[in-house]
């Protein structure tokens, strides 16, 4: 069993930056990959960014690519989501996720609660 908590959200206007934190605890971190979702009002939850377990191999999102990063440190348990240039639509939930493997498609089986972020105009 892995529990997920975020951090980290916020209000931010057009442009400006945020760094969410996930702190993940009941499972060694480097058993598992992790990542992000988000969802915006009215829309379906939507993949953000992943990470491998090693943290060497990524994958985003393409409309985050280049303006968002996310990190991993095992030695804490917690993955982290840099995220810069942001605009007003990427007010979302944003939602912190584990997965146990590397099959693909990948299957996320754990999720945080969700941090709001919200970009103002």
């Known amino acids: 069993q892995v529990q997920l908590v975020e951090s980290g959200g916020g209000l931010v206007q057009a442009g400006g930056s945020l760094r969410l934190s996930c702190a993940a605890s009941?499972?060694?971190?480097?058993?598992?990959?992790m990542g992000w979702f988000r969802q915006a009002p009215g829309k379906e939850r939507e993949f953000v960014a992943d990470?491998?377990?090693?943290?060497?191999?990524?994958t985003y999102a393409d409309s985050v690519k280049g303006r968002f990063t996310i990190s991993r440190e095992n030695a804490k348990n917690t993955v982290y989501l840099q995220m810069n240039s942001l605009n007003p639509a990427d007010t979302a939930v944003y939602y912190c996720?584990?997965?146990?493997?590397?099959?693909?498609?990948?299957?996320?089986?754990?999720w945080g609660q969700g941090t709001q972020v919200t970009v103002s105009s």
């Open positions: 996720v584990a997965r146990l493997n590397n099959n693909v498609p990948y299957e996320y089986v754990y």
């Open positions: 009941g499972r060694p971190s480097r058993n598992y990959g």
């Open positions: 990470i491998s377990w090693s943290g060497v191999s990524t």
